[in-house]
């Protein structure tokens, strides 16, 4: 009997920043998926450093963190430290780190939500590069159809929406 999804690919999705050019997801928000608090993932971190190299897991600046508005209340959420940010590889870890249940059901989600993330980039790349090959070959009967789909990829993403009152 399969176990109902824990929590959607989606607010999996909302969750994963780009941070110093690489794919990462915020100690708080995987504590609060794992449903642990966010000072028990960090000491489960620190007891097992060295499963965490540089390129899995880094804290992240001041001025990173108020770029990506990641915090909530106060400066940083209520926190005395910056927070800790974990790539996929990262994530993969904690999952011999958490080893409860849920950790396990939701580790599983999110490498399904980062491998989700890796595809549609990929296919991006793949409808641009057929997109150029047409245009050479069909030069200048169809540049008004080109010019359409390049606006529709290259159109600005929305911005999210800011939470609270706004003057």
Excluded at 22 to 44: I, N, P, S
Excluded at 99 to 117: G, P
Excluded at 145 to 151: C, Q
């Amino acid at each position: 009997m399969r176990k109902a999804l824990i929590v959607s690919k989606e607010v999996i999705q909302e969750k994963i920043y780009l941070i110093r050019g690489r794919k990462v997801m915020v100690d708080h928000d995987l504590a609060l998926l794992y449903g642990v608090e966010t000072k028990y993932l960090a000491r489960q971190v620190k007891r097992n450093l060295k499963r965490f190299p540089p390129d899995f897991m880094f804290r992240i600046t001041k001025d990173e963190f108020l770029r990506c508005q990641i915090g909530t209340s106060r400066l940083w959420g209520g926190r005395r430290y910056l927070p800790y940010v974990f790539t996929e590889q990262g994530v993969a870890m904690l999952s011999g780190v958490l080893n409860s249940d849920r950790a396990i059901r939701v580790n599983i989600q999110i490498m399904r939500a980062f491998s989700k993330i890796r595809e549609m980039l990929h296919m991006h790349k793949e409808l641009w590069r057929k997109i150029e090959t047409m245009e050479k070959k069909y030069d200048g009967q169809f540049k008004a159809v080109f010019n359409a789909l390049r606006e529709l990829i290259n159109s600005p993403k929305r911005p999210k929406r800011r939470i609270g009152f706004h003057p």
